[in-house]
C-alpha cells in the first residue's frame, strides 16, 4: 500500500470513528451537547472530503460486485452498531436492577425505597471521592441506584483534586470520602460510612421538616435509653432514632407530658404505674397521642389490665413454643421464639420486613375487640406455641385450658372513635398497702394468714422467700423496702404504707383530656425487643424503628434497612484438606482424563 | 436449525478429541481451583480478623467477599482462554480453504456463524459448569447464596457470550490464527480496562466496559443495563462476522 493510499485510508477509518463517537455520546448522554456537535461536524466534514478524495474509488466500487458486497457487508455492520447503541440507550432509560442474591443488599431496601419514593423536593448528592479511591466505584454504585429510583435524587461525582472549588463551596474536607446532600438550604453529611444505612438516614434528615420528638418514660426502671452496652440498656435504638435525627427526651409520668411528645415510649417497665400515671397514658393515646409500650411477663399487672380499655388484652401468661422450627433451642429452651416474616401481622410497621423477628419471654397480646379502637395483630409466635401459666414448673407443657397456636406477641391500635372508648373516669383509688401486702403474699404462694407482729425470721420462712416477697412487693408499688433482720410484716406493710403516700404525693393528677380520634398505641409483649442485646437480632431494630415511625406518621420511613450478620465460614482443618483436593486434584484431574481419553481415541 | 447442529457438533467434537482442548480446560480448572482456595483461606483470615469489628463483620459475606472475586478470576480465565479456542474457528477454515468448499455447499453463511458460535459456547459452558463445582460444594461448610451464584453465572455465561462474539469476529478478518488471537485480546482487554479510566458508572468510559457491566452481575444483582450491554455487544459481533462471512464469497 502506499503511503497515499495508507493515509485516505487512515482519513476514511477517523470519519468513521468521529460518526460512531458522536453516535455513542449521543445516545449516551441522551443529548446533542457542543462536544457532540462538534463531533459530528468534523465526522461529517472529514467524510465528505473522503468522499471527494476516494471519488474514482467509490465509481469504480459502485461497478466492482466483490467491492459493492463489501461496501454493503460494512453499512450494515455500521448501521447495526448505531441499532444497538441506540436499543441500549432506550434501556438504560428504563432501568431496573433485580437482586437473585438472599440478602438481596445490592437493591436499595424498602425503607430507602419508601424515603425516596416520599420525597417532594429536589436533593443534589454531591460525592467528594478522589478518582484514585478504593470506595468510589462502591459509592458512585449505590448512588446510582437512588437516583435510578427516584427523578427527584441527582448525583454528582466529583475528584476533590480536580475540581478543589467546588469542594471549598461545600465545605468538603475529608481527604477519606465525603458525600454532601442538600437540598433547597438545608445540608447533611455523611462521613466515615458510606452504605444504604448512612445516605439514607441522611436523607431522612435533609427532609424531614423538623425533628421528631419521642419522649421515653423514666421512673420505673424501664429500659434505659443512655445505656448503650448493657443488654437490657436501650441505648442503640435511641442512637439509632437520633441518627434519624429525632430528639429523644425524658419524660416522667407522674408529671404533665409535654405536648412536643408526637410519641411517647414506655419501655419495659418493672415497676408497676400508679394508677393516675396509668390513667394520663390512656388519656393520653385517647387524646390524640401516640405510645410504644413494651411490657414483660409478670411485670406492670396493673397497666396490662388497664390497656384493655384501649382494645388491647395482654395476658399474664408466658408464650412458649417447643417447635425447634419456631423456638431456636426447642424444647430445651421454649421461651426463645422466632417469628418468620411470613407469621407478621398485614400492618404498615410488618410489611416492610423480610426478617424474622426474635423474641424471648414474651407475653401474650391480643386484640381486644372494643368499640372505638381498631386493632391489628403484629406478630405470632409459631403454631405449636401456646401461653404458659406455670413456666417456671418442671418441663412446662400446654395444659387443656391454656391458650394455644399462633399466640399473638404484639398489637397496634389507631383510636378511631375516640369518644366511644371506655376509660375509667378518673385513676382508681390506690390499693391500701394492706391489700397490696396480702395480694403479693398469695402471689408469692407464701399463707396469707401468716402472723404480722412477729420477726419474718421467726417464720420459718427460706430467706429467697422473704427476699422475694419484698423484691415483688417494691416491684408493684414502686416503694424501696429493705429487709430488716427483726422485721416483721407490720414494718413492711408500714413502709409500704409510707412509700406509697409519699409516691403518691409525687403525681400531679392527670388533666382531663378532650377525646380525639387519631390516637396510635403499640404494645409488644416482649420488653427484651428493644435491649442491646436483642436489637440487632433478625429485624427486631427495624420493628421498633417501624413502630415508632408509624407512631409519629413518618409512614415514608417504614420498612426494612439495609442490614446483614456476615457469613462464617468455619473450616476445619479436614474441610480445608477436602477442598483443596476438590480445587487442584478431582477437578483438573477429570480434564486432563479427558485428555488422555482424546489422545488414546486419536491414536486408535 | 439442523444445518447449525451440525457444525456446532463437528466443531465441538473436533475440540472435544483434541488432547489440546482437554489441557486447557484443565489448565483454567488448576488456576480455578488455585484462586479459590486462596480466596477461602483470606476469607477465613478476614473474618477472623474482624471479631472485634463487628460492623465490618456484618458487611462480610460469602457472596460478595469469596465468590464474586472467584467470578471475577473466572472472568478473566474466559478473557484469556476464550480467543485461543475461537481463533481458529473462521480464521483456519479461510487459510486451509474449507471456507469455500463450505461456502459453495448448502450451508449459509449465518448458518455457518452460529454453528461456530454454538460450538464455541459449548465449550464455554463446559469450562463454566466445571468452575461451578467448588462454590457450589462449599455448601458443605456454609451457606452458600444460590440466587448471587445464579446471578454471577449468568454474568459470566454472557461474557463467555462476547468473547466467543468477539473472538469469531477477530477470526473472520484474518486467515492468520495468531492475528485472530491478538486482535482478540487486544479488543477485549480493551474493552475490560477502558472502565478503569473512570469509575463513576454513568461515565462514558464505563458505559463501554465490559469489567465495569460485569461488577454487579457477578455479586447477583442482575441490572436491565447489563444484560442490554452484553447481550448488544455479543449480536452486534455475530452480526459483524455474519456480514464478513458474506463477502467471503464475493472474494
Known amino acids: 500500500m502506499t503511503p497515499a493510499a495508507a493515509a485516505r485510508r487512515l482519513l476514511g477509518w477517523t470519519g468513521v470513528a468521529l460518526a460512531l463517537g458522536f453516535a455513542v455520546r449521543t445516545a449516551l448522554l441522551g443529548q446533542v451537547d457542543d462536544r457532540g456537535r462538534l463531533l459530528a461536524l468534523l465526522a461529517a466534514a472529514v467524510l465528505a472530503l473522503v468522499a471527494w478524495v476516494e471519488r474514482d474509488a467509490v465509481e469504480d466500487a459502485a461497478r466492482s460486485p466483490s467491492a459493492r458486497a463489501r461496501a454493503t457487508a460494512t453499512m450494515l455492520t455500521l448501521a447495526a452498531g448505531v441499532v444497538a447503541v441506540l436499543a441500549h440507550a432506550v434501556v438504560r432509560e428504563v432501568d431496573d436492577t433485580v437482586d437473585l442474591g438472599r440478602r438481596a443488599h445490592h437493591t436499595l431496601g424498602s425503607h430507602t425505597l419508601g424515603v425516596l419514593d416520599g420525597l417532594d423536593a429536589p436533593v443534589r448528592v454531591t460525592a467528594f471521592f478522589p478518582r484514585t479511591s478504593p470506595l468510589r466505584p462502591g459509592v458512585a454504585s449505590l448512588l446510582q441506584r437512588y437516583a ?149 411477663p409478670g411485670l406492670a399487672s396493673g397497666l396490662a389490665s388497664d390497656l384493655a380499655a384501649m382494645g388491647v388484652r395482654v395476658g399474664e401468661e408466658v408464650v412458649l413454643d417447643g417447635d425447634p422450627r419456631h423456638s431456636p433451642l426447642g424444647a430445651e429452651d421454649p421461651s426463645l421464639l422466632v417469628v418468620p416474616p411470613g407469621d407478621l401481622g398485614d400492618h404498615p410497621i410488618t410489611r416492610g420486613l423480610r426478617g424474622a423477628v426474635l423474641a424471648s419471654v414474651a407475653r401474650p397480646v391480643d386484640v381486644r375487640p372494643t368499640p372505638g379502637a381498631d386493632a391489628t395483630v403484629l406478630l405470632r409466635a409459631g403454631p405449636s406455641s401456646w401461653a404458659e401459666r406455670d413456666p417456671l414448673g418442671d418441663a412446662p407443657a400446654p395444659d387443656g385450658d391454656e391458650a394455644r397456636g399462633g399466640m399473638p406477641l404484639g398489637v397496634a391500635v389507631e383510636v378511631v372513635g375516640a369518644a366511644e372508648l371506655l376509660l375509667p373516669e378518673g385513676p382508681s383509688p390506690a390499693p391500701a398497702a394492706a391489700t397490696l401486702l396480702a395480694d403479693t403474699l398469695a402471689a408469692v404462694g407464701l399463707p396469707p394468714d401468716l402472723p404480722v407482729d412477729r420477726p419474718l425470721t421467726s417464720l420459718g420462712l427460706p430467706d429467697a422467700a422473704v427476699q422475694g416477697l419484698t423484691e415483688v412487693l417494691r416491684l408493684r408499688s414502686g416503694v424501696p423496702l429493705v429487709p430488716r433482720a427483726r422485721g416483721t410484716l407490720a414494718d413492711l406493710r408500714d413502709a409500704l404504707e409510707e412509700g406509697l403516700a409519699r409516691r403518691a404525693a409525687d403525681v400531679v393528677p392527670p388533666e382531663p383530656t378532650a377525646p380525639r380520634d387519631g390516637g396510635r398505641l403499640v404494645v409488644l409483649g416482649d420488653a427484651g425487643l428493644i435491649g442491646n442485646g436483642s436489637i440487632s437480632l433478625g429485624s427486631n431494630q427495624d420493628l421498633l424503628l417501624n413502630a415508632l415511625a408509624w407512631l409519629v406518621g413518618a409512614e415514608d420511613q417504614l420498612g426494612e434497612r439495609a442490614d446483614d450478620l456476615g457469613d462464617d465460614l468455619l473450616l476445619t482443618a479436614q474441610g480445608r484438606s477436602l477442598i483443596a483436593l476438590i480445587a487442584l486434584g478431582l477437578l483438573p484431574g477429570l480434564a486432563l482424563a479427558g485428555a488422555v481419553w482424546s489422545w488414546r481415541t486419536r491414536a486408535a | 436449525m439442523s444445518r447449525v447442529l451440525a457444525v456446532a457438533a463437528r466443531d465441538l467434537r473436533v475440540q472435544l478429541r483434541t488432547p489440546a482442548g482437554w489441557l486447557a480446560l484443565a489448565a483454567i480448572q488448576a488456576l480455578a481451583g488455585l484462586f479459590w482456595l486462596m480466596l477461602v483461606d483470606g476469607y477465613v483470615e478476614r473474618r477472623a480478623d474482624l471479631v472485634f469489628d463487628p460492623y465490618a463483620a456484618a458487611r462480610t459475606t460469602l457472596a460478595d467477599h469469596l465468590v464474586a472475586p472467584y467470578l471475577g478470576n473466572v472472568a478473566v480465565l474466559l478473557l484469556v482462554l476464550g480467543p485461543a479456542v475461537t481463533m481458529g474457528a473462521l480464521a483456519e477454515e479461510r487459510r486451509t480453504g474449507r471456507s469455500e468448499l463450505l461456502l459453495t455447499s448448502p450451508l449459509r453463511p449465518a448458518e455457518l456463524v452460529a454453528g461456530k458460535a454454538l460450538a464455541s459456547l459449548g465449550w464455554v459452558a463446559l469450562v463454566l459448569a466445571g468452575t461451578a463445582v467448588l462454590p457450589l460444594a462449599l455448601g458443605a461448610w456454609a451457606p452458600v447464596d444460590l440466587g448471587a451464584l445464579a446471578g454471577g453465572y449468568l454474568g459470566l455465561g454472557l461474557l463467555g457470550a462476547v468473547v466467543v462474539g468477539v473472538g469469531l469476529l477477530c477470526s473472520a478478518v484474518t486467515d492468520r490464527q495468531v492475528v485472530a488471537l491478538l486482535l482478540a485480546y487486544v479488543v477485549l482487554m480493551a474493552l475490560w480496562v477502558v472502565g478503569w479510566l473512570d469509575r463513576d458508572p454513568t461515565s462514558l468510559p464505563s458505559q463501554l466496559s465490559l469489567s465495569a457491566h460485569l461488577r454487579d452481575l457477578l455479586r447477583g444483582a442482575v441490572r436491565r443495563s447489563d444484560l442490554s450491554y452484553l447481550l448488544l455487544l455479543t449480536g452486534w459481533t455475530l452480526f459483524a462476522t455474519w456480514q464478513r462471512v458474506r463477502t467471503w464469497r464475493h472474494a
Do not use: K
Open chain 1, 148 to 296: 435510578e429510583r427516584s427523578d427527584r435524587v441527582e448525583v454528582h461525582l466529583v475528584d476533590p483534586l480536580a475540581a478543589p472549588l467546588e469542594a471549598r463551596r461545600l465545605g468538603a474536607t475529608s481527604e477519606a470520602g465525603e458525600l454532601v446532600l442538600t437540598s433547597g438550604d438545608r445540608l447533611e453529611r455523611v462521613l466515615g460510612r458510606f452504605d444504604e444505612d448512612a445516605v439514607t438516614d441522611a436523607l431522612v434528615r435533609l427532609v424531614s421538616p423538623e425533628d421528631h420528638v419521642i419522649c421515653w418514660s423514666i421512673g420505673h426502671e424501664e429500659a434505659d435509653p443512655d445505656d448503650t452496652r448493657s443488654p437490657g440498656g436501650a441505648g442503640s435504638l435511641v442512637t439509632a432514632l437520633e441518627g434519624l435525627d429525632a430528639q429523644v427526651l425524658r419524660a416522667d409520668l407522674a408529671q404533665p407530658l409535654d405536648p412536643a411528645c408526637e410519641a411517647l415510649v414506655l419501655a419495659g417497665p418493672r415497676i408497676d404505674l400508679l394508677p393516675a400515671e396509668r390513667t394520663r397514658l390512656l388519656g393520653w393515646v385517647a387524646g390524640g397521642g401516640r405510645a410504644l409500650v413494651l411490657l414483660e
